[in-house]
């Protein structure tokens, strides 16, 4: 069971990359022409949500093996630090805008192809994917673990480490110098003690 869900979510992962890619957006946008620009990551993100759907079933259908469950107390520390993860989550996402993360705003704007803008305030001064580290501080706080709940998290961190790497590569080449001076500055997932004064 463990292996064919990260099996299946390797693939998710590879697929779910190569959309993400600007060749796969260049490739839209000669298919679709300006038409791309304004739906593309709606339907990107619509797809990376149905097609994850069949993974999170294979977690609940195939044979399990319970491994451990955080007693009382205890398991209030974990419930309280998953609310923090859900506000972290919540407040990134408006910090970047979530009708635009969503693909709303690019889809109902009257010019989709307005450039991004890079956001290095709030989380994003303390991280440079608080997104990622909330996900990921949400699942690993999961009172309950299984074998088939650990492959899920394993899977789903990796790719976090993975697609990061491709994000930055994007960033990078959309911000120049600017991206490269924050990056040189914020970790990826795992804050500092001291960090650099908020930047809007």
């Known amino acids: 069971s463990p292996f064919l869900i990260l099996l299946a979510f390797a693939l998710y992962g590879l697929g779910h990359s190569l959309m993400a890619s600007h060749r796969a957006k260049e490739l839209a946008r000669r298919w679709c022409g300006s038409t791309a620009d304004r739906v593309y990551r709606l339907v990107f993100n619509a797809g990376g949500v149905i097609t994850l759907l069949p993974i999170l079933a294979l977690v609940g259908l195939l044979p399990d093996h319970h491994l451990y469950t955080i007693p009382f107390p205890w398991t209030l520390l ?40 890079l956001v290095m305030r709030g989380f994003y001064r303390w991280v440079r994917h608080p997104l990622y580290t909330a996900s990921m501080l949400f699942l690993w706080l999961t009172p309950m673990m299984s074998i088939n709940l650990l492959a899920l998290n394993l899977a789903i961190s990796a790719y976090f480490a993975v697609g990061a790497k491709f994000e930055e590569r994007k960033l990078a080449r959309d911000f120049g110098r600017a991206y490269l001076d924050y990056k040189a500055h914020t970790p990826m997932f795992f804050p500092r003690l001291k960090t650099r004064p908020s930047q809007d």
Do not use: N, R, V, W
């Not at 693909?103 to 991004?116: E, I, M, V, Y």
């Open 78 to 117: 974990t419930l309280a630090g998953q609310g923090y993860a859900i506000y972290m989550l919540l407040a990134s996402l408006q910090q970047t805008g979530t009708a635009e993360f969503l693909g709303l705003q690019q889809a109902l704007a009257d010019d989709p192809s307005k450039p991004p803008k």
